[in-house]
């Protein structure tokens, strides 16, 4: 169970849409030359507009929350997630890594900047409630 910031309630069963990045997507718009990181804070806005609208019309069910884990976790707070850092666990060093592997491999600057996220960044589990993210993202429904 998570209590959000604005005191929504997840509990087990609840319908929670689970955020993924797509890889591929991010690899073309840097070699495309897209301004990263502001080009992609201007993408992922768009994208959480549109997912807003889709749970607001209902094509989604009754979603209570979105979820994420992440390197990115300033970037998730700018688009107005709460982020909570992972405990040390063995699971969570595993996920990290995995996170930083794929940083190399997608990233145009390849292992250097994978060295940067691996020597400070940590994952977090970044939540909006749908209440959060109506108000934020849902005025042009």
Do not use: K
Request: proline share 5%; net charge positive; glycine share 10%.
């Amino acid at each position: 169970m998570a209590v959000l910031a604005d005191g929504t309630r997840v509990e087990p069963g609840d319908l929670v849409v689970e955020l993924h990045f797509d890889n591929r997507r991010l690899l073309a718009l840097s070699l495309a030359g897209a301004q990263l990181p502001w080009d992609l804070l201007r993408l992922a806005r768009l994208d959480l507009a549109e997912l807003a609208c889709r749970i607001a019309r209902g094509e989604l069910g009754e979603v209570q929350a979105l979820v994420g884990i992440t390197l990115f976790a300033r970037a998730g707070r700018r688009l107005g997630f709460e982020v909570h850092p992972l405990p040390p666990t063995w699971y969570h060093r595993l996920q990290r890594f995995f996170f930083v592997g794929l940083i190399a491999v997608y990233h145009p600057l390849g292992w250097q900047m994978a060295d940067r996220y691996r020597a400070r960044a940590w994952p977090g589990r970044a939540w909006m409630s749908r209440t959060a993210l109506l108000a934020r993202y849902g005025a042009g429904c």
